[in-house]
Structures are given as structure tokens and as C-alpha cells.
């Protein structure tokens, strides 16, 4: 989870386009390599605060600040050209095109129950070991210290163990960002300690949840 989670600043992950060969991370490291095995993609997921689907074509602008945002991105693997406008642009129809083939992106937005308003992503992405997902989480900057990293992060981590074909979740968490360590550690993670990503080879910290 980065930048939300784990080594990026939020919850976006490698694993967002691992499936695709892009790299698009967040709060936890994902990566990009095809995907082994194929995750089913909720309607929704739904918490007392959030909202937690599938993209549509209307996130996009907000998408697009997201992207552009220096804070929300700081420890995110995002590309220089992803972070700009066309590139930006790009990566969310890709995304969203996903959805419609038989190798969906899981990739998420988290929304504000009550008004709508577009908060962030989370989602993950099959690693090569059979039955191990990657988390991530990814939050606008004026969504930070109110709870509701946590809160999407445990929604997503709890249907992702709800899936027959997953038996680990695991976050791969950047040892200079405490909002994620902390995020890990409430929702009931476990630390492993130091730890290679298998696939993008950073060093960070390693969490892991078990059925």
C-alpha cells in the first residue's frame, strides 16, 4: 500500500496495470507483469462512510487531479509521462476498458456515501504465487487523518479473502511513509519485516492477512 497504503503515498498500486505491463501504484507497490489468475470485479463494496466500484467515465476529471496532485503521488511508481494530463488520461480509460474483457483491471474508486464526491482508488492484483493478491489504496490529500484509509482498506482487504481463489493479501509498505505502516497495522495486517518486491525488486516493509 503507497501513498494509501504501502510503499507509495496512497493505495495505488503496480498492481493496478500489472495485468496490462504499465506500472501504476499507490499506496501499496504494484507491479507489472501479466497476471497469473484473474480476480472478480465487485459492484460495490460498501462501508459505513464509503462507497468502494468500479470506475466510470465520470471519475475522470477527478481522476485526473488525483494524477496531478505532487502530495497524492509522492511515493506512488507512476510514470513522469503518466503523470500528466494525456498520460493520466490514458491509464484511466485503460482501466476502465479493462472491465469489459476477461482479465478486468481491479482497480476502484472510493467514494463519499453521503455526496458522491470521488476520494481516491484501492484494489489489487494476483502476485506470481497462486492465491496471493497485492493491496493498494489511494486518497486525495484533503481526505488524509480522518479515517478513511483504514476504512477502505479493510473493506478491500476483507473482499479480497472473501474471493475462493485468494487465501493472502499482502501490502508492500514504504518504511518512510507511517500513514500506511499505521493503515496496515489497524486493519490487522501482519508485519514480516524487510522484504524485496517480488516484481518491481524495491526494498519496503512487507504486511501481510491470512484466511
Not at 73 to 89: C, H, I, V
Not at 115 to 143: D, I, Q, R, T, W
Not at 186 to 192: K, S, T, Y
Request: negative net charge; hydrophobic residues 40%.
Amino acid at each position: 500500500m503507497y501513498g494509501g497504503m504501502f510503499i507509495n503515498t496512497q493505495f495505488f498500486p503496480f498492481v493496478l496495470l500489472q495485468a496490462k505491463g504499465k506500472i501504476f501504484d499507490g499506496s501499496f507497490v504494484y507491479c507489472c507483469q501479466p497476471s497469473p489468475q484473474t480476480m472478480q470485479l465487485p459492484e460495490v463494496i460498501e462501508t459505513q462512510r464509503l462507497l468502494i466500484r468500479p470506475f466510470q467515465s465520470k471519475d475522470l476529471p477527478f481522476f485526473l487531479e488525483f494524477m496531478l496532485d505532487e502530495m497524492a503521488t509522492e511515493y506512488l511508481s507512476f510514470t513522469d509521462s503518466q503523470k500528466t494530463p494525456e498520460g493520466a488520461r490514458a491509464l484511466f480509460w485503460q482501466v476502465v476498458e479493462s472491465y469489459s474483457t476477461d482479465d478486468p483491471t481491479l482497480a476502484l474508486v472510493i467514494e463519499d456515501k453521503e455526496n458522491g464526491y470521488f476520494m481516491g482508488s484501492c484494489g489489487g492484483a494476483p502476485l506470481a504465487e497462486e492465491g496471493v493478491v497485492e493491496c493498494y489504496y489511494s486518497l486525495l490529500p484533503k481526505y488524509w487523518g480522518m479515517g478513511f484509509a483504514t476504512e477502505a482498506s479493510k473493506a478491500l482487504v476483507g473482499y479480497l479473502l472473501s474471493l475462493n481463489e485468494v487465501r493472502v493479501v499482502k501490502a508492500f509498505v514504504s518504511p518512510y511513509n507511517p500513514r500506511s505502516i499505521h493503515v496496515a497495522e489497524r486493519i490487522g495486517m501482519q508485519a514480516l519485516g524487510q522484504a524485496r518486491h517480488p516484481l518491481s525488486g524495491q526494498e519496503g516493509l512487507m504486511y501481510e492477512k491470512r484466511k
